[in-house]
T-cell receptor
């Protein structure tokens, strides 16, 4: 299996809702990432997990809460989001810091 | 030709021509670089990578060139096809010490039949 799988593909949520994005990989990669991508812009790094521990938080607002339950799974918990948080949320994994960064297809999030 | 404006920089080429997409990276300490292709509604797809101890690497129809002196990367696509139409991003492993992959601004490649 050489894929990163993200669910759901699309999500519409209200500003008072709580939802979660899920990401799964079975390549044995020990680093996992969340990126946010707005239209016509490059992906922006949000969080990095290395060996199931949070190693980088790029000053992301606390309404985004990452979780890494095990080496294959990565979640992003969403609460009290704003309309400007609407974007494509991408998950990625890598074997190490300089090899094999693989991206999922993303979750298209719309906050209403 | 290439244009930069309010929208994503765009490179328009004719089918069968060679394409060259350029990227300036930000950190001289970056030691690993990747080119990604992103089609509409999809995640970035790996094309080719290069480490800082190399200045050229070739794949199938693609070549990446690295010039560390001026912090510049280029992606050359030979015999460009309509299926190559997409946004292309370069990415750098930002400081060579952490898992911090940072993307450049991207170029839209439009292949005219």
């Amino acid at each position: 299996d050489t894929e990163v799988t993200q669910t759901p593909k699309h999500l519409v949520m209200g500003m008072t809702n709580k939802k979660s994005l899920k990401c799964e990989q079975h390549m044995g990669h020990r680093a996992m990432y969340w990126y946010k991508q707005k239209a016509k812009k490059p992906p922006e790094l949000m969080f990095v997990y290395s060996y199931e521990k949070l190693s980088i938080n790029e000053s992301v607002p606390s309404r985004f809460s990452p979780e890494c339950p095990n080496s294959s799974l990565l979640n992003l918990h969403l609460h009290a989001l704003q309309p400007e948080d609407s974007a494509l949320y991408l998950c990625a994994s890598s074997q190490d810091r300089s090899y094999g960064y693989t991206f999922g297809s993303g979750t298209r999030l719309t906050v209403v | 030709g290439e244009s930069v404006g309010l929208h994503l920089p765009t490179l328009s080429v004719q089918e069968g021509d060679n394409s060259i997409i350029n990227c300036a990276y930000s950190n001289s300490a970056s030691d690993y670089f990747i080119w990604y292709k992103q089609e509409s509604g999809k995640g970035p797809q790996f094309i080719i990578d290069i480490r800082s101890n190399m200045d050229k690497r070739q794949g199938q129809r693609v070549t990446v060139l690295l010039n560390k002196t001026v912090k510049h990367l280029s992606l050359q696509i030979a015999a460009t096809q309509p299926g190559d139409s997409a946004v292309y991003f370069c990415a750098e492993n930002y400081d060579g010490a952490t898992n911090k992959l940072i993307f450049g601004t991207g170029t839209l490649l439009a292949v005219q039949p």
